[in-house]
Nanobody, 115 residues
Framework: QVQLVESGGGLVQPGGSLRLSCAAS????????MGWYRQTPGKQRELVAT???????NYADSVKGRFIISRDNAKNTVYLQMNSLKPEDTAVYYC?????????WGQGTQVTVSS
């Protein structure tokens, strides 16, 4: 079992920044990729960014150049630095940990970009 706890969401003005954190615990040795996804009402959950070992990253086209995913292995934590935020970035953001044979999800954190 893997437990994921997210933090760092909130309300920010367009053009602002936020940093999300996701702390993993439990059977973390089974995790081979971690990532962030987001979801808005009535839409499917979509990929934002992933980070594997030894630090390979992947980003959705909509966030490239604005968001940065990173990990601190000593703290078992993954971060998502979000810069130049836009209203269309408003969503619930979910942390994901991929193991074999299943994925684990955090509880989600709300990010609202509005003036």
């Amino acid at each position: 079992q893997v437990q994921l706890v997210e933090s760092g969401g909130g309300l920010v003005q367009p053009g602002g920044s936020l940093r999300l954190s996701c702390a993993a615990s439990g059977s973390i040795f089974r995790i081979y990729v971690m990532g962030w996804y987001r979801q808005t009402p009535g839409k499917q959950r979509e990929l934002v960014a992933t980070i594997g070992s030894p630090g390979s990253t992947n980003y959705a086209d909509s966030v490239k150049g604005r968001f940065i995913i990173s990990r601190d292995n000593a703290k078992n934590t993954v971060y998502l630095q979000m810069n130049s935020l836009k209203p269309e970035d408003t969503a619930v953001y979910y942390c994901n940990a991929r193991t074999s044979p299943r994925d684990y999800w955090g509880q989600g954190t709300q990010v609202t970009v509005s003036s």
